[in-house]
């Protein structure tokens, strides 16, 4: 069976400018239509039309697939969901619900490895939702512009954080909860480096949107000065925050984590801050370290969270 490519099910890419409401229209109709015909051009001729959904081929994966239209960015996402363990035995359980960003590379490593916290840690299970672009290529992949933080340093195709956070708030977050049956009040949020910086930056602006968020090497730039000041009120007094940093990071990742720890020692925040440094840990290779240390950290006891 050939599945279909990302190209074939309609995430294609958008100019810069997407959000210009002139441009907006015509980077999200043909996008729109190219979602409509894909399933009919990948069934075989004299079979059902259904939707291909590669994920039910890996156990440890299993779950649904489907493409979500943002009329706020004026583009779309794929977006894979792994279910938990049972999940279809249990219709009345509510799950916690773990939110990956760069799903294209981040879904396929930690929603598996969710399952073996949940076996060796005594997690508990998740629904686990890849936010992905389709491909790497920047003309489909924008997570330059979505994940950086508006700021006076911004360049071109940057700064669109607030956007991107709209769109999960608005769009994403309830079409998830109205699919599944996820629990609203227990959402993480999880990104690496450029990933990682909306996820730190979404705890400065709007802290009450996750109950949890792991940013593992998180960019400062642009945007460090917000980072540095204050964070917005929370109304939840139940939210987590950790932020990890590879001894071996790129040095001035590192050396930036490193004056961000000293700058948030002692202050105030609407959330308790977990902040570690994986020793040895490199730049992208040791998400899956970063993760399992959040993980831990944010669903055990968080005055006795097991060691990393």
């Known amino acids: 069976m050939a599945f279909p490519s990302a190209e074939s099910r309609g995430v294609a890419g958008c100019t810069p400018a997407r959000r210009r409401i002139a441009q907006r229209g015509a980077c999200l109709v043909p996008w729109l239509l190219a979602c409509v015909a894909a399933p ?53 359980t509510r799950s916690p619900v773990v939110y990956l960003l760069d799903g294209d590379s981040l879904f396929p490593i930690l929603a598996a490895t969710h399952l073996f916290l949940h076996d060796d840690d005594a997690l508990p299970e998740a629904v686990v939702v890849g936010i992905a672009y389709g491909g790497f290529d920047p003309a489909v992949n924008r997570r330059g512009l979505d994940f950086s933080p508006p700021a006076a340093g911004a360049g071109e195709g940057q700064g669109g954080a607030d956007a991107f956070l709209a769109f999960l708030r608005t769009e994403l977050l309830p079409e998830v909860e109205r699919r599944y049956r996820v629990d609203p009040a227990r959402r993480v949020l999880v ?37 540095f000041r204050a964070p917005a009120a929370a109304t939840r007094h139940d939210l987590g925050l950790v932020v990890a940093s590879g001894g071996h990071d790129r040095p001035p990742l ?40 959040g993980m831990r950290w944010l669903f055990a006891d968080r005055g006795d969270a097991p060691s990393p």
């Open 40 to 92: 009919l051009s990948a069934a075989s001729p004299g079979t059902s039309v259904h939707p291909v959904v590669p994920l039910d081929h890996l156990s440890a994966l299993k779950g649904d697939y489907f493409v979500q239209a943002s009329p706020t960015l004026g583009c779309g996402f794929q977006v894979d969901v792994r279910y938990p363990e049972g999940y279809a035995a249990a219709p009345t």
């Open 191 to 227: 990104g690496q480096r450029r990933g990682g910086q909306v996820v730190l930056y979404s705890a400065f602006v709007d802290p009450d949107l996750f109950w949890g968020r792991i940013a593992s090497n998180p960019a400062f730039d642009p945007g460090r000065e917000r980072l």
């Open 254 to 293: 590192r050396e930036a984590a490193l004056a961000w720890f000293d700058a948030r020692r002692g202050r105030d925040a609407p959330w308790a801050l977990h902040a570690i440094t994986i020793p040895g840990g490199t730049h992208a290779a040791d998400i899956g370290n970063s993760d399992r240390a």
